[in-house]
């Protein structure tokens, strides 16, 4: 009995020499127009990106535009008001903020928690505890 690949081959054998001769024409197209440096593919490659490049590049000055501050305009009441202060204010406020720091971090006598009640704890006892067995 013939099995499918069999009959397969045999139906089709008269097209091997009809697809012999189209590789043959193909690979000899490719080697004519192949580039023997390969510049040809790379130039290729190139192009083919330079709308993904401009679509990419469109976008990074967008986010530059959008994304920074204006140069001439402060940024609001606190900024104008930091800008006149003199340096000695800020060591000052740096000094209060590490003065807070201290007493979280190490609290004093008087701000110590208060002392927990220790009650006593007895179980409860009922009735009819005496009677479940």
Do not use: Q
């Amino acid at each position: 009995m013939k099995t499918p690949r069999d009959i397969l081959l045999a139906r089709h054998a008269g097209a091997a020499p009809e697809l012999d001769a189209i590789r043959e024409r193909l690979v000899a197209g490719m080697a004519r127009d192949s580039d023997p440096r390969g510049v040809g593919s790379f130039v290729e490659f190139l192009i083919s990106l330079r709308w993904h490049v401009a679509a990419m590049s469109a976008l990074w000055l967008l986010a530059a535009a959008l994304g920074g501050e204006p140069a001439g305009v402060p940024d609001g009441p606190v900024a104008s008001s930091a800008a006149t202060l003199p340096p000695s204010a800020y060591i000052f406020a740096l000094r209060e903020y590490e003065l807070e720091f201290e007493e979280v971090d190490n609290p004093g006598p008087d701000t110590a928690p208060p002392p927990v009640p220790h009650a006593s704890i007895r179980p409860r006892h009922h009735e009819d505890c005496e009677n479940i067995v």
